[in-house]
């Protein structure tokens, strides 16, 4: 679907809609874009580009660093008109909107499974949650589609990499995340009544329905208050909640990813995989101390979003492994020098060596390894 891309009059920033799009779905919520009144334009490498309305104001870039340190990226800001920002939010919502009805009208127009597609269902449908089938990669290119990738795999299935000794198989297997909701079709208010740990199945139930789904809970003055949001839109909230009753549910949700239930002091971040639906998910929950006390985000990332976010860690970890092995080589060049220069006092059973050696070979198939998938790829 062609996606209009306004373009500013001043030539300050340039706009790619479509990268926009992406990077509102897996980094900068469009929340914190239409409070903050900026715009993620491009990421290149580890350095995201921002578009502000105002380029002085402290509080949003304060802000959305908070958000970029998670993912370990540097902010470029960026001036941007208003009616620029607007328009391309504006933008993003009909956008977010159309895809939606077009995915819902293609599940409603599908035949019924025949003998061959049952055989597939071990693949997530493709352009499943609403997400988008394009893939932005780091290198700036968008990269072929979901659909492509799906038929190209029926038509000509790859050879099985064989993983070579020393590299542990890959868990493909995630965890499945277990939801049952008795209440989906009622509001939240509605459910105040209920304990924490049913508020908790019913809270997942809604922000999992489809699309980018988030809560938040918001602490205030003896009391709080959840909100749960669908591609950027409240759709209903839970208010006046008790505060024994907020807190109690905010543990819930920190139990499911494994988190103390101690407050935290400073803003805290974790995230797990899980299989929902037949599909890979990404659950990120951010607790953060407030004045009133905790309060915290639940984001839910998934299909090309969760694509996206999961080729940045992999950048992310290649950098540092890079750093690490520039390190080592550097210490074993030192360690060569040194026993040349004086080999009398070399000992002659040098324990390290062997351990070394070990991990130098574990690594190297790993690399192997590596580079196989690289070369499936191609």
Known sequence: MPIPSPSPSDGSARIDSQQIFQLIDSILPFEVCLYYQVLP?????????????????????????????????????????????????????????????????????????????????????????????????????????????????????????????????????????????????????????????????????RVLQGGIGRLYFERQMQKGRILWSQNGVVQSVLSNMSEPLFQSTLNEFKRLVNLSLMPVKEPKQVEILRSYQNADLLLRLRIMPGVNGEEATLQVLRGAALKFYQQQQIVALSRDALRLAHQLEYKINQLERNARNNPDLMPRELDSLPVLNQLLQKVENQVNFLRSLQYKKL
């Open 41 to 205: 334009l491009s990421i290149q490498g580890s350095r995201l580009h921002l578009g502000m309305v105002d380029p002085k104001d402290v509080s949003a870039l304060d802000y959305v660093r908070r958000i970029l340190s998670y993912v370990n990226c540097s902010l470029v800001p960026k001036s941007l008109e208003s009616k620029v920002h607007s328009d391309t939010l504006s933008a993003y919502l009909k956008y977010s909107h159309s895809r939606h009805a077009a995915v819902s009208s293609a599940a409603a127009a599908k035949p019924s499974p025949s003998k061959y597609a049952k055989e597939q269902e071990s693949e997530p449908p493709v352009n499943q949650n609403n997400e988008s089938a394009l893939v932005y990669n780091p290198a700036g290119n968008l990269v072929r589609t979901e659909q492509q990738i799906a038929a190209a795999r029926r038509l000509n299935k790859p050879p099985e990499i064989k993983v070579p000794p020393g590299v542990s198989p890959s868990l493909n297997e995630l965890p499945v995340l277990t939801v049952h909701s008795v209440h989906l079709g009622k509001d939240l208010e509605s459910l105040a009544h209920l304990p924490p740990n049913q508020l908790l199945q019913e809270l997942l139930a």
